[in-house]
Structure formats: C-alpha cells, structure tokens
C-alpha cells in the first residue's frame, strides 16, 4: 500500500511564493515518476510538472521559470518550488507517484494566490 502526505499548501499574495512537499511511504520501486497536478473549481486536473527517478523534469508551459520540482530519492519526497506566483496558480494541488502502469494520489493541498 502507498501513501502521499502532502504539505504547504496555503494563502500568498501575488508575486509571493510556497514550496510544497509530499512524502511517499509504502511499497515504492527504485523506478518511478513523480508529480504534482492542479484543479481549479470548474476545470479538468492538469499537470504541473514531472520529475523522474532519475531527474529529469518536465514542466507545463504555464509555470515555466516560475516552478520548481525536485526530489529526494532517499526520502521518497518530491518538492515543488512556486515562485511569482500569479492568482491564475489558485488550485488544490495533488502529488502523483506513478510506478510501472499504477498511479498513486495524495489527498491534495489547497494553494490559493490573492490579487
């Protein structure tokens, strides 16, 4: 059984930035994606952005040079960096663990950017 613990989630202004966290517990391959994906009130859950076992990283266009994914393979954590952050960014943001053909969600953090 996996688990996704995610955290800080919360209030920022426009332009401000939060760093969230998820940790994974359970049953995890050494080989794996892990993510973070939004949805905003009325819209379909859409990705943010990827980040490998191994490191390598995709983004949607959306937060580019403004997002940054990382992770620590030993802690099975996988941070997101959200920097310039705009009211657009306002979503509940779920981590994602995706291990051979199962996906995995976290229960989803509340992120909301005021104006």
């Known amino acids: 059984q996996v688990q996704l613990v995610e955290s800080g989630g919360g209030l920022v202004q426009a332009g401000g930035s939060l760093r969230l966290s998820c940790a994974a517990s359970?049953?995890?391959?050494?080989?794996?994606?892990m993510g973070w994906y939004r949805q905003a009130p009325g819209n379909q859950r859409e990705l943010v952005a990827l980040?490998?076992?191994?490191?390598?990283?995709n983004y949607a266009d959306s937060v580019k040079g403004r997002f940054t994914i990382s992770r620590d393979n030993a802690k099975n954590t996988v941070y997101l960096q959200m920097n310039n952050m705009k009211p657009e960014d306002t979503a509940v943001y779920y981590c994602?663990?995706?291990?051979?053909?199962?996906?995995?969600w976290g229960q989803g953090t509340q992120v909301t950017v005021s104006s």
């Open positions: 994602n663990l995706h291990i051979v053909t199962a996906d995995h």
């Open positions: 980040i490998t076992s191994g490191g390598s990283t």
């Open positions: 359970g049953t995890i391959f050494s080989i794996n994606i």
